[in-house]
Structures are given as C-alpha cells and as structure tokens.
C-alpha cells in the first residue's frame, strides 16, 4: 500500500494510491473505514484505521468506490507530506560508508542522533524557504523510515515488526547557521526544511530496504548516487538503537543518513539557489519534488 495525505475540499485527508494516478480517500463516506482522530491513526499497523484501511486497498472495487466519488484523480489533489506533522523527526548523521569516506571521517562506532522540528515538514511540489541570513543551504538525498508501532527497548531481531514503511527526504541543511552554531538544531529545523513523499510505501512493498538506489538531481543534474547497501547502521539496528532511549510511535519519522555528494563537499560547494528544483528519488518510493523560493 501506498499511503498519501492531501487536501480535499480544504480539508485534510489520508488515503492511498491506486494503479499510480487514482488516489482512494480512507476519510470519504463511501470507504466505509473507521473515524480517525488524526493522520497518525492511519500509520498504526495494529489499530483498526490502518487495518481497515489495508482490507479496502486490497480488494477495492475501484470502479464503485470512484463512483460514489470516494476515489480522485491524482492529477486533481493536492498531495502534503504523507505524515503531515510527525510526533518526532530522529535524524542520523554520517550513516553512508561511502559519505564517510568523502568527509574524511571515521565510521562512527554509534549512530549520530539528532533532530528536526516536526514543524518543518512539507509535502510534494511544496516551496523550500531559504531563510534570511543563510548563505550556504545545502541538500540531502535520505531514505525515511516510517514507525507503525508503539517500540520500547526492542530488539533487532524485533524491530522490523515495528516499521511501516519508508519515503523519501530532503534533509535540508543550512550549513553556516549549523557550524556557527556548534550544534545542528538550527541548522536543520527551518521552515520547510524536511520535505517528505511523495508517499509511504508500506514494508510489503519494498523487497530489501538495504539494497535501493538513492540519488538526488538539482535541476537535472544528478548530485548524489549511492546505495542504501551503504548505509553504515541499518534499519534494524537504527530501530532498536533509538528505542532504547526514546519510545518510537506511529508515524514516527526516521531519516536514515545521506550518501556522498553533498554541496558543500563539492569543490567549489554547489548550495541551493531560489528557483533551484530539487528531486530526491529513492528506489520503488517515487520521486519528490521541491523548488527553493527566497524568504522574501
């Protein structure tokens, strides 16, 4: 299943791609689904929403549901980041071997934790603010990972069990309000600096999440281009970590690390510019697109 979120006659809704350019709308009457109190409902993979929501995808009758107008063209919504406002946004920093390598680093023994405000996240095709005062903003291509239940202290062996699913990130960066700083928080927590989606694509969907190709192009020209293989701490051992410390819940983001080719590794740096088009495409999660405006 692929999960979007949307806006539909000025209200937000949650629902599921179909056959790609169909979008089906768990919240119309016609689903027939359960009440939700929030999007988070429908990234629970033990409650009745997400359960209900997976019974009706699988055997849709696409035909019925578009005719009584619970099924949309994609063409005619407004896709958001498919988890609107996540509890928390856990990010990990220098997770590519390859990225390590490039920064002339040390593969580092424990994941690098930090965070984003949840405020910062944005959906596809969303404009991408370069805050005033910030010269050097900078990009990162990064595979998500989606928490669809409630972890505490799991195991690896465990920890799959309480995945959802994945999407693409765009890790947004301003590099000198981060190093001026001395800490990342700023640096990474602007406004509109997480764009999330296109979509969620459920567990089931992905074969092997530690074998996808990850890229990032600025307008056209591919800037990154790696492998989740990678990927230093992999998901398991990220989930597990991180829960030791933190409760994970549904609808829990985690951006998982990004591969070399950053801008500002670049010689000279090559940093985001207003009318700049970013793509990042992780492989079987679409592609997700963002244009940077300037603050003014």
């Known amino acids: 299943m692929k999960i979007v ?33 929030g999007p988070l409902d429908w990234m629970d993979t033990d409650g009745a929403c997400h359960q209900s929501a997976r019974r009706l995808v699988e055997g849709a009758d696409v035909a019925k549901l578009q005719a009584a107008g619970a099924v949309l063209p994609l063409a005619g919504v407004e896709l ?43 959906g596809q095709d969303a404009d991408v603010k370069l805050p005033r005062g910030a010269k050097e903003v900078d990009y990162e291509a990064e595979f998500g990972v989606v928490i669809g239940k409630t972890a505490t202290d799991v195991s690896e062996a465990d920890a799959m069990d309480h995945v959802l699913g994945y999407c693409n990130i765009n890790d947004v ?78 609808g829990d983001l985690i951006s998982t690390g990004t591969p070399p080719g950053v801008g500002f590794a670049h010689k000279p740096p090559i940093y985001i510019q207003p009318g700049d088009l970013m793509e990042v495409e992780v492989e079987g999660l679409g592609v997700l697109r963002n244009k940077a405006v300037s603050a003014d």
């Open 5 to 37: 979120s949307f806006h539909r006659d000025g209200q937000l809704s949650t629902g599921a791609l179909l056959d790609g350019d169909l979008v089906l709308d768990f919240q119309h009457e016609a689903a027939g689904l359960p009440g939700a109190d």
């Open 80 to 122: 958001l980041s498919p988890i609107p406002r996540p509890g928390k946004v856990i990010c990990i920093g220098l997770n590519y071997r390859d990225h390590a390598e490039e920064s002339g680093m040390e593969i580092p023994k424990y994941p690098l934790v930090f965070s984003k405000f949840s405020s910062c996240v944005v």
């Open 173 to 250: 960066s301003a590099r000198d309000f981060q190093f001026a700083d001395g800490q990342w928080q700023r640096g990474k927590s602007c406004e509109t600096f997480c764009p999330t989606g296109p979509f969620i694509a459920t567990a089931d969907e992905i074969a092997d999440p530690h074998e996808l190709r990850i890229q990032f192009r600025m307008n056209g020209k591919t800037l990154q281009d790696s492998s989740t293989s990678q990927l230093i701490f992999n998901v398991p051992e990220l989930v597990s970590y991180l829960s030791g410390f933190v409760t994970l819940e549904p």
